[in-house]
């Protein structure tokens, strides 16, 4: 009989190598080999069948492409993540930090759902009674939907065949375990077998499936990279524990759109979507203070007025630190050294910390213009006229390049009572906004020129 090898899997990339290494020999990572045994069973079994008994090859025009039809969960601002709802035989990841929401939405979301099908709900984190209790706070009706406490692979792989739900909610991938396999649930090759496995069942049977997945320290989803190539859309739960706003955001989506948001507040009956979220994340102050800007930053198809505060100070250390919250923190060094180079502005020996408020997190290079602004304010201790807002990239060469959909983000700002607005020039309007007096601006050196 053959036996089992021991290998070494790469958590990011998941690749293997037959002894240990402080480095991954296929993607270069450093510390991410772990120690896995395979059993012969898993890499020669039965279970890697192919998913049709034989398919020829066809043309790609024969081939009839049939719109897919799309569940809605009734949840509408997560439908809108999903692009309009489930898909059958689709597989989402769902990650997110420690009790961010993730387990309230996805029952909230059976609930619903068990109206118009079968669903099953696998909880491996936590036991029935728990999940009973809280769909009792929710106040949602557990009438329709199915629960099964379990961790073994094969008896959900059973479960899901036998009773065929419309939509099956994992939760979550991580507590796994496949009996084919020695290594601890959570591990790189339990993740990754459980998760290859479970689509296989997707696919070939038409579930939805929803998995939920742990996120690292980092905010990456926990388990092997490959996890988020397996299946079919990632989803991320993202917010400020303090704060009461919850935000999920696709990240891969082979059914729909990616970058839309949907955005919650957490109640103590549960989530509830927010449907017009643009004015959420402006921190109201009483008067006008130094060190922050209005950015309008658009999530999909909707944009969003988020403060930005930036607040710089005298380092008292050799190496002045540089910190972003929820802006990308490459991209604040990048500007500071544009700052510099092409407007003057020296920081090296100051401390300079960014932030978005509302535990809101801002991806798209449009947010430089409003970041700059912010610093400056701050650095001058001068606030920026009352009403102003301000969106724009700013290049390494110092030039201000156009945002997408402007006139969308100034449309908002308008309808929000917002009077000004500093912008690249290509962003200008054709048409007068009413109320909104747009500025132009072509480079970093011009930006000075607003706080004057
Ligand atoms: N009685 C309550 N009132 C208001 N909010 C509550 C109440 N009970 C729980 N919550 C909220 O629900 C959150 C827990 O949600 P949930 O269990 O769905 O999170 P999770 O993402 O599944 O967490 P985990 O990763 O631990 O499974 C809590 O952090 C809290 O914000
Ligand atoms: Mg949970």
């Known amino acids: 009989m053959a036996k089992a090898r021991t290998l070494f899997l790469c958590s990011d990339c998941g690749g293997t190598a037959a002894k240990w290494e402080g480095r991954c020999p296929h993607c270069g990572a450093w510390n991410t080999l772990q120690e896995t045994r395979e059993s012969p069973t898993a890499a020669s079994g039965h279970r890697y069948a192919p998913l049709a008994a034989s398919t020829p090859v066809r043309r790609l025009a024969d081939i009839e492409a049939r719109e897919q039809a799309r569940n809605p969960t009734g949840i509408e601002e997560f439908d809108r993540v999903l692009g309009g709802g ?224 930036a607040l710089v100070d005298t380092a008292h250390v050799p190496n002045p630190r540089r910190l972003s919250v929820g802006l990308e923190s490459s991209r604040l060094a990048m500007l500071l050294a544009v700052l510099h180079r092409h407007a003057g502005v020296a920081t090296y020996d100051q401390d300079v910390f960014v932030n978005a408020v509302g535990g809101v997190r801002i991806m798209e290079p449009a947010a430089d213009l409003a970041v700059a602004l912010a610093i400056l304010s701050s650095m001058r201790d001068r606030p920026l006229p009352a009403g102003l807002l301000a969106f724009g990239e700013i290049g390494l060469a110092g030039e201000i390049r156009p945002a997408p959909r402007g006139q969308e983000r100034l449309r908002e700002a308008a309808k929000l009572g917002f009077e000004q607005a500093v912008v690249p020039r290509a962003n200008l309007p054709r048409q007068p906004i009413e109320g909104l007096i747009i500025r132009a601006v072509d480079r970093v050196e011009d930006v000075l020129g607003v706080l004057s």
Do not use: W
């Open 86 to 309: 489930l898909v059958a035989g689709a597989v989402v990841l769902i990650g997110g930090d420690p009790g961010i929401g993730k387990s309230t939405l996805l029952l909230q979301a059976l609930a619903s759902l068990s109206e118009r099908g079968p669903v099953l709900y696998v909880t491996g984190e936590e036991s029935a009674e728990q999940v009973a209790l809280r769909a009792q706070r929710l106040g949602v009706s557990g009438d329709g939907v199915d629960l099964l406490a379990e961790i073994r692979l094969e008896q959900i792989t059973q479960a899901l065949v036998e009773r065929q739900p419309g939509v099956a909610v994992i939760d979550s991938i991580q507590t796994l375990y496949s009996g084919e396999l020695t290594a601890a649930p959570g591990s790189v090759s339990q993740v990754r077998e459980c998760a290859a496995q479970l689509t296989r069942i997707a696919k070939q049977t038409g579930v939805t499936l929803i998995l939920i997945g742990h996120v690292t320290k980092d905010g990456a989803l926990a388990g092997p990279r490959v996890l988020e190539h397996i299946v079919d859309t990632v989803l991320y739960f993202e917010g400020d524990t303090h704060s009461s706003f919850r935000l999920v955001r696709a990240i891969k989506n082979r059914f729909g759109a990616v970058n839309e948001l949907g955005v919650f507040a957490m109640t103590d009956r549960g989530l509830r979507g927010v449907s017009n979220p643009s004015a959420l994340f402006l921190a109201g102050h009483s008067r006008d203070v130094a060190g922050s800007c209005v950015m309008a930053t658009q999530e999909g198809t909707r944009p969003l007025l988020v403060e930005v505060q």
